[in-house]
């Protein structure tokens, strides 16, 4: 009988290892089996290297790291039954916390967000990634396995911009915006090419690529909705009539001023009220330049129609509410107080004059609506200044 | 469903899939049989028992016998000899269960293909 000599046996486990069989008991097992084979079934005659290449095939059919794959395979799907049951209850868990969540959000009923969070966090970090393992044991093709795969991460990317999305938190955004942009554009062409050639697969492909698109497509149009155009138009309109208005009273309190600029009392109310209508004046146009990115000349020029970010809450929320500057809030709100104490001055009785900010809610706003406040502040002064005058003219 | 490719055996007499699934009973009732047991000793043991109809390929054992053993049905010995380990596997408290389990599910499978497909008179 031959026996394997210790070179011959480096030499095969180095082999072995270098076929990519990487579990050590797996290596010593199969050297084992070797030697063995080679001891009962070599001659004396025979060269080792020959026979060792000779039985080599028979333990695989295209290469050595079939045996680590099948056995890792084994290995690791050996859970395989507890991820289906897993799956199963996910997915119903989180199918039915979203559909509670959603009723509770439609009546406005406390419990909402918690619910649809978990169910949503149930579906994308439970259910989705169990679907990938399952569907690399299942899928018997590689592209299969990779393409499937790819989908399910972009679910699990769109159902968490959604989650965001709906508590407004940050990145809501980028993960709907790209999540649905590769998934319809890049995941279900993908998904029609790679299986619409086989025949079993084309009725499915097909029906399923077209209701991918379509909820897609829907859910890409609906993610950046904003108002129509008309509702935009009257908004804009709305506040350019409130601005004309502001602008026919200031021409016509200069007239009146002229006739009246003796007093030293009208020169006085009509410094406080100027000085707050073009301080505000400044802050709206501050406002469409830091929302809009566009220098101050720029937004000067700029109605309401023009601004495109005119939903922005997030800009001014940083420019103006919380900032301290000349534009910001706490210096308009300075700047009001001062001008309510000089109108008081002068005319003490009478306290409808005195600007009720603390009415208008100018914090935790849409820019937009911002302007519109601003410019009622605007109206306001150039109202009260005009009743001041025309009383004075009639003394 | 999944067919996983190695899973096979070569086998001269009997469609793979005709024994497919059967590997695992073959192995826990071999090593139920005859106590520790290694590798080529058992491929050689079911072709010397079935006179080569059946023989197991190394590609299936191993795979299998590993699953086994850390599914906890086989527990294993090593034996050294020179710069060669050996692997002996035996059946654990759990897969003498196991095997008996196996065996018994499949004797009734037998007896119920036999009927199926009416291999044999019955009674009455």
Redesign the interface.
Known sequence: MYRVSDEEIDYILNDIKAHGVVLEDLQYNLLDHMCCIIEEEMSEEDDFYKFYEKILPRFFKQSLKELQEETDYLLTFKHYYAMKNILKISGITSALLTLIGATLKTFHLPGAGITIVLGGLIFSLIFLPLMIALKFKDEAKRTDKIVLSIGFLLGIMVSMGIIFKLMHWPYANFLMRWGLTFFVFGYVPIYFLSRIRRAELKFNTTVNSVLMMACGGMLYALFNLGYSNDVKNSIAASYDFMNDNAKELVAANAKLIQTNSAKSEVNDFHLASSELYNKIEDIKVFLIAQVEGVTLEQARQMSLIDVENYNDNKIIRRQFESATGDFSLAALMDDINDYNSRVSKISPEQKERLIAVEKLQLKNTVVSVLLHQLSQIQLEVVTNENAYLNEVSRQ | ???????MYICPMYSSELIKGTLKTIVLNLLKEKGKM???EI?QKVKELTDGKIQI????L??????LE??GELETEKEY???????YYKLTKQGRVTAAERINEFADFMNTMKFLLDLEPKMG
Do not use: C, D, F
């Open positions: 469903m999944h067919i996983h490719k190695t899973l290694y590798g080529y491929t390929t190394e590609g299936a191993y795979p299998t016998l590993h699953s850390q599914n000899i020179g710069k060669r380990v050996r692997k």
